[in-house]
């Protein structure tokens, strides 16, 4: 039986190291969240895109996933964004398969050729090298900042590319949900709270951080989290906080759904969304 489970366990790991092009040193090098989370901290937040303050829309979408036939679904989106006049979007994390140099460059020369602004946060997969949270910032910025667009939505976005949020984290994210009365708030990350099907294995690593998180977003009257990670799609209302999975710009097949984005409207002092498919 030993030998068995030694086997298994294995060919688990061969299957995971030949269908992620990964540097040995990520598991040990790249920096824990908090320290992350500290340099996060200490860049400049993007400054906020302008809009028309009285109706504005916006996606959110997580894992284009770029591999290394650096394919991705953001020339289907680029439709859309002037379809749908969409004012920016945000990208919740595995921008890239291997955060290597090649799909980093070709997955920011994607975003920016959308023609409109972006804000992104990472994912476990962009820190799949040793130096994945230095090409990260280099290219993307800060993983943790807010963002408020015309003094009627902000958007916090914390970093869980490594399952956790940790207590500095904890302690901005708080300040920054107290500083948003008035506002409508939407939290984005990578990693999903609340799935209410998926396995432990798919939401954040620890159950009393994911209670804490719950518990803010409900205290401050969060309108949204939002988040990747699962390749599919997913609503959940908790505790009156709305919770979307939408790591629906994965390439190839989904988990489950179909690809495409969330999207969100301010119109007449009030929030709306709806999945948009492709």
């Known amino acids: 039986m030993r030998s068995s489970r030694v086997c298994a366990a294995a060919l688990l790991a061969a299957l995971v190291f030949l269908s ?5 040193g990520q598991a040990v090098c790249h920096p824990s969240v908090e320290q992350r989370v500290r340099e996060s901290l200490d860049m400049p937040a993007p400054s906020a895109v302008t809009v028309n303050p ?15 036939n650096l394919v991705h679904r953001l020339d289907r989106f680029r439709e859309d964004v002037a379809a749908r006049n969409i004012s920016f979007f945000c990208v919740l994390g595995d921008l890239t398969h291997d955060a290597t140099d090649e799909e980093v460059r070709v997955i920011r020369q994607a975003m920016d050729s959308v023609g409109v602004r972006w804000y992104a946060t990472p994912g476990n997969h962009d820190l799949y090298q040793a130096d994945g949270w230095t090409k990260y910032r280099q290219n993307f910025g800060p993983a943790t900042y807010s963002v408020t667009i015309a003094d009627r939505v902000k958007l916090i976005f914390i970093d869980t590319a490594s399952g956790l949020i940790g207590p500095t984290q904890f302690e901005w994210l708080e300040d920054q949900l107290a500083d948003a009365e008035g506002l409508f708030t939407l939290v984005g990350t990578h990693f999903p709270c609340y799935d209410g099907i998926a396995p432990v294995m798919w939401r954040m690593a620890s159950t009393a951080e994911r209670h804490k998180l719950q518990y803010l977003l409900r205290e401050y009257g969060a309108w949204a989290y939002v988040s990747g990670h699962i390749h599919g799609w997913r609503h959940t209302e908790v505790e009156g906080v709305n919770h979307f999975i939408c790591g629906t710009m994965a390439p190839g097949g989904l988990d489950y759904g179909e690809p495409g984005y969330l999207l969100v409207t301010f119109a007449h002092d009030s929030l709306a969304w709806t999945k948009v498919d492709f």
């Open 54 to 68: 009285d109706s504005f829309s916006f996606a959110m979408f997580g894992d284009p996933q770029v591999h290394d």
């Open 20 to 24: 992620c092009q990964w540097d040995l």
